[in-house]
């Protein structure tokens, strides 16, 4: 079973920057697609961006494009989201996921296979 583990969030100020890191096991993780989602308290967890392992792909939320960017290190089986420029509605629990039989990047949670249990961050204003 692929393990996924999310790291790097915390508080930021409006405006500021976080990069969450997302280590994940596995012989086959590298032809995974990754997603990144979020979940703010008492709403449904919504995509933020994804990235495909096996073709070069990348998709971003409307809410993000432009100030988040997607990317990995297959060498180190590491996935990772840039968020700068922050603003206070970014603020929820960030998710990384696994989708291990995607043949196109997907922006539905419900196509991922393999979850990590969040890192929270919160844009103070």
């Known amino acids: 079973q692929v393990q996924v583990v999310e790291s790097g969030g915390g508080l930021v100020q409006t405006g500021g920057s976080l990069r969450l890191s997302c280590a994940a096991s596995?012989?086959?993780?590298?032809?995974?697609?990754m997603g990144w989602f979020r979940q703010a308290p008492g709403s449904e967890r919504e995509f933020v961006a994804v990235?495909?392992?096996?073709?070069?792909?990348?998709y971003y939320a409307d809410s993000v494009k432009g100030r988040f960017t997607i990317s990995r290190d297959n060498a180190k089986n590491t996935v990772y989201l840039q968020m700068s420029n922050l603003k206070p509605e970014d603020t929820a629990v960030y998710y990384c996921?696994?989708?291990?039989?995607?043949?196109?990047?997907?922006?539905?949670?419900?196509?991922?296979?393999?979850w990590g249990q969040g890192t929270q961050v919160t844009v103070s204003s």
């Open positions: 996921a696994a989708d291990a039989l995607a043949v196109a990047p997907s922006t539905r949670a419900s196509d991922y296979d393999y």
């Open positions: 596995g012989r086959t993780f590298s032809s995974y697609t």
């Open positions: 990235i495909s392992w096996n073709l070069y792909m990348t």
